[in-house]
T-cell receptor, first 114, second 115 residues
Framework: KAGVTQTPRYLIKTRGQQVTLSCSPISGHRSVSWYQQTPGQGLQFLFEYFSETQRNKGNFPGRFSGRQFSNSRSEMNVSTLELGDSALYLC?????????????FGEGSWLTVV | GENVEQHPSTLSVQEGDSAVIKCTYSDSASNYFPWYKQELGKGPQLIIDIRSNVGEKKDQRIAVTLNKTAKHFSLHITETQPEDSAVYFCAASIGAGGGADGLTFGKGTHLIIQP
């Protein structure tokens, strides 16, 4: 059974640009969550999508957005990139709503903003 | 919102010895507590989880205990092996129907297994 797949694995962007990251959840999983991991702040919740609707949102600015498609695949977008957005972005999936359910993570997308 | 404290930040043990990592949480509504292992360059891998209706759970060399009254939970690894070296994260979340913050993670423990 394939795990959570994230693309691209590595990317470098320039300040002010925008970036789109993609996530394919485990087959049959309907909830997709996104997390940001940095050395200073650790793992922080960005948002959760379930049935193509954003269900929860963490404390991040509006430059961070996402969406989920009918096949449960998800994308997240960061606009007007800042140096502080450099991080590992992790996608996670679960069968049902993420709260209280087992959550599996992908390998992440390493974003460097220069 | 929920706050999770994790200790220690670094733990060095001799191969074959036991390792214990402790976490405390602040929100008494939290009822799901997973532990993840993250190796360098990889995403977090779920190693064990516990729900608040259970006090202890074991899986081979790994066990987790939960004290709801004190709001703390611990990861125990026995007979440690070199491949156990990694960063371990505890997390907490409120069960289905609640929780606006997804999983709230501790800051992580870097476990080093000395040969």
């Amino acid at each position: 059974k394939a795990g959570v797949t994230q693309t691209p694995r590595y990317l470098i962007k320039t300040r002010g640009q925008q970036v789109t990251l993609s996530c394919s959840p485990i087959s049959g999983h309907r909830s997709v969550s996104w997390y940001q991991q940095t050395p200073g702040q650790g793992l922080q919740f960005l948002f959760e999508y379930f049935s193509e609707t954003q269900r929860n949102k963490g404390n991040f600015p509006g430059r961070f957005s996402g969406r989920q498609f009918s096949n449960s695949r998800s994308e997240m977008n960061v606009s007007t990139l800042e140096l502080g957005d450099s991080a590992l972005y992790l996608c996670a999936s679960s069968l049902a709503r993420s709260s209280g359910n087992t959550i599996y993570f992908g390998e992440g997308s390493w974003l460097t903003v220069v | 919102g929920e706050n999770v404290e994790q200790h220690p930040s670094t733990l060095s043990v001799q191969e074959g010895d036991s390792a214990v990592i402790k976490c405390t949480y602040s929100d008494s509504a939290s009822n799901y507590f997973p532990w993840y292992k993250q190796e360098l360059g990889k995403g977090p891998q779920l190693i064990i989880d516990i729900r608040s209706n259970v006090g202890e759970k074991k899986d081979q060399r790994i066990a987790v205990t939960l004290n709801k009254t004190a709001k703390h939970f611990s990861l125990h690894i026995t007979e440690t092996q070199p491949e156990d070296s990694a960063v371990y994260f505890c997390a907490a979340s409120i069960g289905a129907g609640g929780g606006a913050d997804g999983l709230t993670f501790g800051k992580g423990t870097h476990l080093i297994i000395q040969p």
